[in-house]
């Protein structure tokens, strides 16, 4: 198994900080770590912003889960400034897919976009991992954000590499 690339591997420990308990709580190691831009559609289909998701993980009374574990991390530099991981969590029985787009800034690599979608056992389930990297050139990402309060609001984000 080769190493990560160097925007990879920063990606990957940027991610596994904010699934450590104690960053999770407290409000300026998230804003180090959160694009200003940030957004998260969560494994309930919740929206989020950087300054929501803040609040609430930082909230006296918020809830403070159990160990989280996450497994088949893989990620992919689609361009110099955007790194793309994929894996997967578990915590008290609850399985989810994530995906994370980073991008770099010049405070360092920042959590750009978020999403978790909950799933169960498939053993027919093909194996996930980074595909190729794309090809030189414009690189466009969409997404649309699930119906919310009877409102669709979609986000496009484009890079040129």
Do not use: N
Request: charged share 25%; hydrophobic share 40%.
């Amino acid at each position: 198994m080769t190493e990560p690339s160097p925007a990879v591997a920063a990606a990957i420990e940027g991610e596994l900080r904010l699934l450590d308990r104690a960053v999770r709580a407290r409000a300026e190691l998230l804003a180090e770590l959160l694009h200003p831009g940030f957004r998260e559609i969560d494994s309930r289909g919740r929206h989020w912003t950087r300054e929501t998701i803040i609040a609430s993980l930082t909230a006296d009374d918020a809830p403070r889960p159990g160990p989280l574990t996450a497994s088949r991390m893989h990620g992919v530099r689609l361009c110099a400034d955007l790194v793309h991981l994929t894996f997967d969590t578990e915590a008290r029985g609850i399985r989810s897919h994530r995906s994370s787009l980073w991008r770099l800034t010049p405070q360092g690599w920042r959590l750009y976009f978020h999403q978790a979608t909950p799933f169960a056992d498939d053993p027919s389930a093909e194996e996930w991992g980074p595909g190729p990297p794309p090809p030189d050139g414009q690189v466009s990402l969409a997404f649309v954000w699930l119906e919310a309060g009877g409102l669709k609001s979609p986000l496009h984000c484009s890079w040129t590499c």
